[in-house]
């Protein structure tokens, strides 16, 4: 099956600094790969995808970017907010699968 | 109703009794998986339910477990004879059509204490 590894752990940043999240995966048969934002006490949502056929997505603050060839992709959050502050988790499916496998998750403390 | 929806939302139990944990999914949707989240974990897959056909229970971590969906709709993960390692955030989660590359949209979870 497919392993994904996701670092940093933890990352506190500044407010209005940038967060970088950043993921691996070790199945090149992997091809869409979705980011969850889990608050405290709530259940992880969907905040930005991006499917294999596309290097990067972007919406608003935040960026997502695929590489194929080294089999990983980034989550990238600008001008970050106290709001911000959460449990992130990557993902990556199989073409063929029916499950997600995801990451361990990073805690961002974003500071004011 | 407009998100997925989990009960209880909180449960505690005693070592050896089973527990059953409710999911009712977006209306609509055909897919719906079942993960464990242990504290500071990742999720865990457990079991996916897409439409009539035979569940995925590949992520079942023994025959203690199982869970069912009826009519299509509502699930109920069951986990019998509970151990104090069971004890997690048990996530429900639903999405429209898995093959076109939906994110599911999880419910809150259950928080599973076993005492």
């Known amino acids: 099956g497919e392993n994904v590894e996701q670092h940093p752990s933890t990352l506190s940043v500044q407010e209005g600094d940038s967060a970088v999240i950043k993921c691996t995966y070790s199945d090149s048969a992997s091809n869409y790969f979705p980011w969850y934002k889990q608050e405290l006490g709530k259940g992880p949502q969907l905040i930005i995808d991006i499917r294999s056929n596309v290097g990067e997505k972007k919406d608003q603050r935040i960026a997502v970017t695929l590489n194929k060839t080294a089999k990983h992709f980034s989550l990238h959050i600008t001008e970050t907010q106290p709001e911000d502050s959460a449990v992130y988790f990557c993902?990556?499916?199989?073409?063929?699968?029916?499950?997600?496998?995801f990451g361990t998750g990073t805690s961002l403390t974003v500071i004011p | 109703g407009a998100g997925v929806s989990q009960s209880p939302s909180n449960k505690v139990t005693e070592k050896g009794k089973d527990v059953e944990l409710r999911c009712d999914p977006i209306s609509g949707h055909t897919a719906l998986y079942w993960y464990r989240q242990s504290l500071g974990q990742g999720l865990e897959f457990l079991i996916y339910f897409q439409g009539n056909s035979a569940p995925d229970k590949s992520g079942l971590p023994s025959d203690r477990f199982s869970a069912e969906r009826t009519g299509g709709s509502v699930s109920t993960l069951t986990i019998q004879r509970t151990q104090q390692e069971d004890s997690a955030v048990y996530l429900c989660?639903?999405?429209?059509?898995?093959?076109f590359g939906d994110g599911y949209t999880f419910g809150s979870g259950t928080r599973l204490t076993v005492v």
């Open positions: 989660a639903s999405s429209l059509a898995p093959r």
């Open positions: 993902a990556a499916r199989l073409q063929s699968g029916n499950q997600f496998y």
